[in-house]
């Protein structure tokens, strides 16, 4: 037997980059080696196609991006409308394979205990998304998790309001002011940063990180004490590798921006496939996009993952669309062992390197946000705005002239597919002119445009 210490491949010489990057010019026989095997991404990230140990040698503090792919949640996401149906809906989930609930509740008439009857509590994270700010509220949850024990995340994010709405719950100050009180009382998780909005809408990942983390900052700056656990809401789209790493360097970029406030505190992270690729043609395509969107998620670190329904488009919230999306989840964590490594991307030399280019560009974007006054200054002048505007088209020209490609609508489209006929839900961006205070951050698929023409020659 060999000795158990004895590395693997010792008896073989290393092969430095320089040899490899040799090798490869010569089997390229003249062709340019950068014109022809290194790409670009949207991001500025050039891909090279090969990584080795060299490529960590610059690569810092690898141990801060650990992601405990052991512990990810299964999340079902709940709209309460009626308390008694989504208590019920919530039972039968949690019997069905989910492992959290997450409720977005959009009034203060929601009786807590209704919502919670005969909901187990132990080792089940429940969430609050709320779509208003009380302070009473948050205090009758934080009674109620104290009396029974339970583990809530309670997720206020006034900022996230300005953002999709335009205007505040009331103002800026009073907002913070209630914000403030709510830190005060809070025995639980009860800050929010959802980042989600910024890819939806066609920020680049580097946007997205930045953004969201000076999401994060103004909260650092404007909330007097934390001591809870963050909760930070992102998107994950199909650059597979790319998005593992974009999770990993936002965990980067919170810790350090943490440790400048001397927060001793985690991001509680809950990740979402994206909308932005998802089409209303060829649906069950949706299917397979959110499946290595949720791979992503497992290998990155997210500590609750919810999938979306194939159908979330265009149908309203039904057992069967539900039932798939958590069955996926359930089919990675129970059958592919996706649950069975902890940090199952650290050392690997391409997902390293592009975590620390993607936290290095974002942290200097960060920066730059910062020396202009801050994210919500930067908000209410419309920069902010501009930019993800400029991503998104760049992304919508590429997608438009068939260089990016979305199977079955954009190539490979069935034409006697028919949808008209099926919508219960409007899938298209909304129109609602009114006074806002900043101009809304509008989530827009890249699809819209191809399916209204489709449907509108449907018979």
């Keep these: 037997m060999s000795n158990s210490n004895k590395k693997l491949f010792a008896d073989f010489n290393a092969v430095s980059t320089k040899q490899w990057k040799q090798q490869i010019q010569f089997d390229l026989k003249g062709a340019d080696y950068n014109e022809n095997l290194v790409w670009e991404s949207p991001e500025g990230i050039k891909v090279k196609p090969f990584y080795n140990s060299d490529d960590l040698d610059n690569v810092p503090n690898i141990s801060q991006?650990?992601?405990?792919?052991?512990e990810f949640k299964i999340l079902q996401k709940i709209y309460v409308f009626d308390v008694s149906k989504s208590n019920k809906r919530a039972l039968e989930t949690l019997s069905r394979g989910a492992e959290s609930i997450y409720f977005t509740i959009e009034n203060e008439s929601v009786s807590i205990e209704s919502l919670m009857?005969?909901?187990?509590?132990?080792?089940?994270?429940?969430?609050?998304?709320?779509?208003?700010?009380?302070v009473d509220f948050v205090a009758k949850l934080n009674a109620f998790a104290v009396n029974t024990n339970s583990q809530f995340y309670i997720l206020n994010d006034p900022i996230n309001q300005l953002v999709k709405d335009g205007n505040w719950y009331e103002n800026?100050?009073?907002?913070?002011?209630?914000?403030?009180?709510?830190?005060?009382?809070?025995?639980n998780s009860f800050l929010n940063c959802n980042g989600s909005i910024y890819q939806n809408a066609g920020a680049n990942m580097v946007q997205q990180l930045a953004y969201t983390l000076a999401h994060v900052n103004e909260y650092f700056?404007?909330?007097?004490?934390?001591?809870?656990?963050?909760?930070?809401?992102l998107s994950v789209g199909t650059n597979y590798f790319f998005e593992i790493a974009k999770l990993r360097a936002f965990k980067l970029l919170f810790n350090t921006l943490a440790t400048e406030y001397h927060y001793n505190i985690n991001c509680h992270l809950i990740v979402t496939p994206t909308k932005r690729n998802k089409t209303l043609y060829d649906y069950n395509v949706n299917m397979l996009r959110t499946t290595t969107e949720c791979m992503s998620a497992i290998l990155g670190?997210?500590?609750?993952i919810s999938n979306l329904a194939y159908d979330n488009l265009y149908h309203k919230d039904n057992e069967f669309g539900d039932r798939i999306s958590r069955n996926q989840l359930l089919i990675l964590k129970k059958e592919s062992y996706f649950?069975?490594?902890?940090?199952?991307?650290?050392?690997?030399?391409?997902?390293?390197?592009?975590?620390?280019?993607?936290?290095?560009?974002?942290?200097?974007?960060?920066?730059?946000?910062?020396?202009?006054?801050?994210?919500i200054a930067q908000l209410i002048s419309g920069k902010i705005q501009n930019k993800i505007q400029e991503s998104a088209r760049k992304e919508q020209d590429l997608f438009d002239s068939g260089k990016e490609?979305?199977?079955?609508?954009?190539?490979?489209?069935?034409?006697?597919?028919l949808m008209k006929h099926d919508l219960e839900l409007y899938p298209f961006v909304k129109q609602n002119p009114r006074q806002t205070l900043i101009i809304p951050i509008i989530e827009k698929r890249l699809a819209e445009?191809?399916?209204q023409e489709r449907l509108a020659t449907e018979v």
């Design 117 to 134: 009857e005969n909901l187990p509590i132990e080792n089940i994270n429940y969430y609050f998304n709320l779509l208003f700010l009380s």
């Design 449 to 451: 445009k191809i399916e």
């Design 65 to 70: 991006a650990t992601s405990k792919a052991t």
């Design 172 to 187: 800026l100050d009073k907002d913070f002011e209630k914000l403030n009180s709510i830190a005060h009382i809070s025995t």
């Design 405 to 417: 490609i979305l199977v079955g609508t954009n190539k490979f489209g069935n034409k006697n597919d």
């Design 339 to 375: 649950d069975k490594v902890d940090n199952p991307a650290d050392g690997t030399y391409y997902i390293e390197s592009i975590t620390n280019q993607l936290a290095e560009k974002a942290l200097i974007l960060f920066k730059e946000i910062e020396i202009d006054g801050g994210f």
């Design 221 to 233: 700056n404007k909330i007097s004490s934390l001591n809870h656990p963050t909760s930070i809401e």
């Design 301 to 304: 670190g997210a500590n609750a």
